[in-house]
């Protein structure tokens, strides 16, 4: 059998190219439409009513914070944030000026994988959600008795409620101990939700999913390190429902997603009832007020829920009628992260930098160091954010 004549296979390499060439652009086309685009956010900040010296640094790591949780007798508590893909523990106890791994660092490696979220409820016991590398893995929901450090509760979320990419990264309980509310974020699937966990049961299962409450809308985060935009901007940080907090009466659960405009609140019944479908607990939403492109939130005890805005290195608070006030903004804050309230009326602000974890280098998450958790009062005192 002849072979083909140069010309012949000079066109079949030609055409193979530009086969290749067409199939790429079709990808990036589709994952500018898809993850890319979005307008400014205007800036909804005001003049801070505390002054940046009204900051304090508790907590300073060489690796980049996650989210922190404080105990009623100020135990404090973070994670690493999984972005910055940590190499060793991940979870860590603030103890005497000093890291200290918790729990001991051969049990993290056993139980955790992408640990972000951490809450304690009123019986001391810190919750940590696992997201599962996205659901890739396995997520996972822990709880660790801070009296004995014991472990002492765990659930592997099925794919059903936790599908390949979710990311279940925040988390709030109730008083009793009962139910867990979670947030999916959901950015790589684009269906963020929330989702119910009975503790006794050990039931989950995901509500509003899609819902424009929970839905980015079509935002670009400007924060003070850079836009959050990759891939020479084929590619956005639009992020679903992030921040969720829980009023200390138990009756309220606010959510926000972060490129949203509007803060949400939902009666924590209303979520325990399986008898309601998506489209009736959709309409007992409550639209509370127009909010910052924001990551965490903490309710306090008056009623109010504060609110980190990612863009302007600042916390705001919001009362029950949507009245929103900017507590205080600084420089120094680079990507106001989670938010718990602490004893003695403290507000603890994590400050994961985001920017310099996400899709950088080992080399430049190192070289942008060190990361804080920094502390303020509100004035308003208080133990909430269970």
């Not at 067409?22 to 589709?30: D, F, I, R, S, Y």
């Not at 138990?250 to 008898?275: G, K, N, Q």
């Not at 602000?349 to 899709?359: I, K, R, T």
Request: charged share 25%; glycine share 10%.
């Amino acid at each position: 059998m002849s072979s083909p004549a140069p010309g012949a296979r000079t066109a079949r390499v030609f055409k193979a190219v530009i086969a290749g060439v067409g199939l790429l652009v079709l990808a990036v086309v589709g994952v500018r439409l898809r993850y890319g685009g979005g307008e400014p956010y205007p800036d909804v900040t005001g003049m801070p009513l505390l002054p940046d010296s009204a900051l304090e640094e508790v907590v300073r790591s060489a690796e980049p914070i996650g989210n922190v949780a404080v105990s009623s007798t100020g135990r404090l508590f973070y994670t690493i944030h999984p972005e910055s893909r940590p190499q060793g523990a991940k979870l860590w106890e603030w103890v005497d000026g000093k890291a200290v791994p918790f729990p001991a660092e051969p049990l993290q490696k056993k139980l955790f994988d992408t640990v972000l979220g951490v809450t304690i409820d009123r019986r001391d016991w810190l919750w940590v959600i696992d997201h599962g590398n996205h659901g890739l893995g396995v997520p996972r929901l822990l709880a660790f008795e801070l009296s004995t450090g014991h472990l002492a509760h765990e659930f592997d979320f099925p794919p059903q409620v936790a599908p390949p990419g979710s990311f279940l990264q925040d988390l709030r309980v109730d008083s009793k101990g009962e139910t867990v509310f979670i947030a999916d974020v959901g950015f790589w699937r684009r269906s963020p939700a929330l989702v119910i966990y009975d503790v006794a049961k050990k039931q989950a299962r995901r509500v509003l999913e899609k819902h424009d409450s929970v839905f980015p809308r079509d935002f670009i985060i400007r924060s003070p390190l850079k836009d959050m935009v990759f891939f020479g901007g084929v590619a956005a940080l639009k992020c679903g429902v992030d921040g969720i907090a829980l009023d200390p009466t138990d009756e309220w659960l606010w959510f926000a997603a972060m490129s949203h405009d509007t803060m949400y609140r939902v009666r924590a019944a209303d979520l325990r009832d399986t008898s309601l479908d998506d489209e009736a607990l959709g309409q007992r939403l409550q639209a509370v007020g127009r909010k910052p492109l924001n990551d965490g939130l903490s309710a306090d005890t008056a009623g109010n829920v504060l609110m980190t805005d990612v863009e302007h290195g600042a916390v705001l608070r919001m009362s029950p009628e949507g009245r929103l006030e900017t507590l205080v903004k600084s420089p120094r804050i680079r990507w106001a992260d989670a938010i718990n309230h602490g004893p003695d009326g403290w507000l603890y602000v994590a400050d994961s930098a985001l920017p310099h974890s996400m899709l950088q280098s080992r080399e430049h998450i190192q070289a942008n160091g060190p990361y804080f958790i920094w502390r303020f009062k509100p004035g308003i005192g208080g133990i909430a954010g269970m």
